[in-house]
């Protein structure tokens, strides 16, 4: 399983892969058995994939499905991060809060 390497941006390293393995937004598409405007809007940042999705394309591009979904989930708490004008800090709590609730989910 290929290592995935940073990016500027989830839909940077996508066209990164895609491009990397020189295949074309069809070709991609039709082996993934997906949309090709979906596929490209999520590679322009106009659409966020699923979890399942995530999972296809990590699978097409022998990559490492927890790494991908990182890269994602990252840049989502980035943005959201910079759209409330909030401080870095707030990863902290976010952490702590993580910990919480799964101790609390788990315990049922």
Same mark, same amino acid.
């Given at each position: 399983?290929? &290592?995935v390497? !940073?990016?500027?941006?989830?839909?940077?390293?996508?066209?990164?892969?895609?491009?990397?393995?020189g295949?074309t937004?069809?070709v991609?598409?039709?082996n993934l058995?997906?949309d090709? +405007?979906?596929?490209?809007?999520?590679e322009?940042?106009e659409?966020?994939?699923?979890t399942?999705?995530?999972?296809?394309i990590?699978e097409y591009?022998?990559?490492?499905?927890?790494?991908?979904?990182?890269?994602?989930? +990252?840049?989502?708490?980035?943005?959201?991060?910079?759209?409330? *004008?909030?401080d &870095?800090?707030i990863? !902290?709590?976010? *952490?702590? !809060?993580?910990?919480?609730?799964?101790s609390?989910?788990?315990?049922?």
């Amino acid at each position: 399983m290929a &290592i995935v390497k !940073k990016h500027s941006s989830f839909w940077e390293l996508l066209r990164s892969l895609r491009e990397g393995a020189g295949q074309t937004l069809k070709v991609v598409t039709e082996n993934l058995e997906m949309d090709t +405007s979906l596929f490209a809007r999520i590679e322009r940042n106009e659409r966020h994939p699923t979890t399942q999705i995530i999972s296809q394309i990590a699978e097409y591009f022998q990559v490492d499905k927890k790494e991908l979904q990182s890269e994602f989930l +990252s840049e989502q708490i980035a943005y959201k991060i910079i759209d409330e *004008e909030a401080d &870095i800090e707030i990863l !902290k709590f976010a *952490e702590e !809060k993580v910990k919480y609730l799964k101790s609390v989910n788990n315990g049922k």
